[in-house]
């Protein structure tokens, strides 16, 4: 779950990491009061849950309340595009106002959760080249981001830190306040589950403070079930509507950009079908998985979330049918398509207890079901029915 930039600041002052001053708006008329609240200049920023937003306009300095309000006019409704949004772009529906910094130099920092060690650890990664061209960077030029794993029991030392400090050029009075930093953004990542925190840029100001001007926060899903107080900060509008349908359906659902749905039982043998409608020579249009129940509710509920991805055009489903009878499944899945009128073409392959029984029903359903025996073949059967 991912968290908007001023939830995310609001969490690292908590824990003690240096943010600017500031508050999120709603309405152009809110900014301006906030700005009068705050001395000086301010800089006005869209709050999306993607990146980018400077060079796409979604970033915006003003030296007195009145340009704040301005500012907050222009930036608020707008639908931001920027390279993490896709095409279609974000509404903006709040803007975070807040103290200006002079920077005199923009560093990078994160700390993600490396699984391809082997051994899951987080590991820390820094740059003295931070700020909006950081991808670039990481393209062109990655020796000049550092990378440090911490070890899971030994946890983090100020060793590491040193280390980074050195690495990334910093005098011994920002050494100092790096050092702080880093131990509380690894406290925060462990007590809140996080997977990703990144601060870019971590700013060095003119003053010589180290100062968190940006920050994206996201969360392990699987530990929100720890941290209510994480969960009401979820902000249903930036999440897709279909995976919020799923999510509130106790669907497994994750949409991807083919246009062959698929409903299968099993993580598994869906991450297997997915594979398989590739091999076929064709794009899944998601990951599902109805879980072990199947009933005819759940399989409603599935199916109404494939088709109203206006992508789908065929739909793909595997089920295998142990304890839940190939026949219950069949008397499902008419049941559901049947009342809801599915216009869409229906690959099944089933397989398990029951299942001739289970196909017989469907091809005697008079509903646009395309019965196949084996995996390979139902895939292919799916892909040639695109068209
Ligand atoms: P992003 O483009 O979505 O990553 O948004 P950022 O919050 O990182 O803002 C983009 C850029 O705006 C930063 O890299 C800074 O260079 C600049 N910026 C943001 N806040 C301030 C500020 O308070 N003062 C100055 N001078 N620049 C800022
Ligand atoms: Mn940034």
Same mark, same amino acid.
């Given at each position: 779950m991912k968290i908007h930039e001023y939830q995310a600041k609001a969490l690292l002052r908590y824990y003690g990491v240096p943010a600017p001053r500031g508050e999120a708006a709603a309405t152009p008329e809110e900014a301006r009061r906030i700005a009068g609240e705050l001395s000086g200049q301010v800089v006005v920023k869209a709050q999306i849950h993607a990146g980018g937003r400077g060079k796409g306009g979604g970033v915006k300095p003003a030296a007195t309340p009145e340009e704040a309000e301005e500012a907050a006019r222009s930036i608020l409704g707008m639908r931001l595009v920027t390279h993490q949004t896709g095409p279609e772009g974000k509404r903006v529906h709040r803007v975070l106002v807040e103290e200006a910094s002079t920077i005199r130099k923009e560093l990078y920092l994160s700390l993600v959760v490396d699984r391809s060690r082997g051994k899951e650890c987080v590991v820390l990664m820094a740059s003295?080249?931070?700020?909006? =061209?950081i991808e670039q960077v990481a393209a062109t030029a990655p020796e000049r981001i550092v990378r440090c794993a911490v070890h899971p029991a030994a946890g983090f030392s100020p060793f590491q830190a040193r280390k980074l400090s050195v690495a990334l050029g910093l005098a011994a009075v920002q050494a100092k306040q790096f050092a702080e930093i880093v131990r509380n953004l690894y406290r925060l990542f462990l007590e809140k589950d996080c997977s990703l925190i990144e601060i870019n840029p971590l700013a060095i100001t003119e003053k010589g403070q180290l100062l968190a001007l940006d920050t994206k926060i996201t969360f392990d899903d699987d530990g929100l079930y720890r941290h209510p107080e994480i969960r !009401?900060?979820? %902000?249903? =509008?930036? !999440?897709d509507p279909l995976e919020v349908a799923a999510k509130n359906a106790a669907v497994n659902y994750i949409k991807l950009d083919g246009n062959v749905g698929c409903m299968v039982n099993g993580a598994g043998l869906a991450m297997t079908t997915m594979d398989l409608i590739k091999m076929a020579g064709g794009e899944p249009a998601n990951f599902l998985d109805v879980g072990g129940g199947a009933s005819s509710e759940q399989i409603e509920k599935a199916f109404r979330i494939l088709s109203a %991805?206006? +992508?789908? +055009?065929c739909i793909l489903i595997n089920i295998f049918g142990?304890?839940?009878r190939c026949d219950r499944v069949s008397s499902g899945l008419i049941q559901a398509a049947g009342k809801m009128e599915m216009k869409l073409p229906m690959v099944v392959r089933l397989q398990g207890t029951n299942v001739e029984e289970g196909r017989r029903m469907l091809q005697e359903s008079n509903l646009r079901f395309t019965v196949a025996d084996g995996l390979y073949e139902a895939a292919q059967k799916a892909v040639s029915l695109i068209g």
């Open positions: 003295e080249a931070g700020g909006m =061209e !009401e900060l979820r %902000d249903p =509008e930036e !999440e %991805d206006p +992508k789908v +055009k142990g304890i839940l």
